[in-house]
């Protein structure tokens, strides 16, 4: 089934590790997007990309960062991974501008 | 005024109620607005675009009124099954430049009950 995919669902990773959150999409869409969700707080960006090769910080970009080689793929990089992490990940993809989004299944992650 | 702003809720209505969510943007250039749903645990999914006066499929409603900058989701008959939280989205006015993303607004919770 076409659409986006993350990986991995659900990670337990110690404060101070690194990690990779996996996004790749088959839609061709220009515009990738990563999110993460806290209770109360809805949903929050935290990098972009309007197309392959560009990037752009959203709201809460610190501690993190993104590349956006090819249009597929979106990884989200955690370099020292802290507590205030904690949260649920969602990646999503869309043509742009005055589109709709479409979402990932989501990235559960804690980090102890 | 806040980007995006909705009455967290919850809303508790009964079986066969008709429930009404409002959700007020303070950007007036924006052409079109996106009503999502998500439930507990699972990733947002769109349920109603908007891209001028109002749009209904089934039961269904979805309203803007530009002169006031807010939009409305309107739910006739509610099923146990429409128990979620319904996420108000506004695009971003510069799309193609420096903006790119959504904005999406907190959400309303919607529980339906036998």
């Known amino acids: 089934t076409a659409g986006i995919t993350q990986a991995p669902t659900s990670q337990i990773l110690a404060a101070g590790r690194s990690m990779t959150l996996r996004c790749t999409q088959d839609?061709?869409?220009?515009?990738m997007y990563w999110y993460r969700q806290d209770l109360g707080l809805g949903l929050r960006l935290i990098h972009y990309?309007?197309?392959?090769?560009?990037?752009g910080k959203g709201e809460v970009p610190d501690g993190y960062s993104v590349s956006r080689a090819n249009t597929d793929d979106f990884p989200l990089t955690l370099a020292s991974a802290v507590p205030s992490q904690t949260s649920v990940y969602f990646c999503a993809s869309s043509w742009g501008g005055n589109t709709e989004a479409f979402f990932g299944q989501g990235t559960r992650l804690t980090v102890v | 005024r806040k980007e995006v702003e909705q009455d967290p809720g919850p809303f508790n209505v009964p079986e066969g109620a008709t429930v009404a969510f409002n959700c007020t943007y303070s950007n007036s250039a924006s052409q079109s607005f996106f009503w999502y749903r998500q439930d507990c645990r699972k990733e947002p999914k769109l349920l109603m675009s908007?891209?001028?006066s109002g749009n209904e499929d089934g039961r269904f409603t979805a309203q803007l009124n530009r002169a006031s900058q807010y939009i409305s989701l309107l739910i006739r008959d509610s099923k146990l099954s429409d128990s979620a939280t319904y996420l108000c989205?506004?695009?971003?006015?510069?799309?193609?430049?420096?903006?790119?993303?959504?904005?999406f607004g907190k959400g309303t919770k919607l529980s339906v009950k036998p």
């Open positions: 908007v891209y001028s």
């Open positions: 990309s309007n197309t392959a090769g560009t990037t």
């Open positions: 989205v506004v695009p971003p006015m510069n799309y193609g430049g420096s903006q790119g993303n959504l904005i």
């Open positions: 839609m061709r869409h220009n515009a």
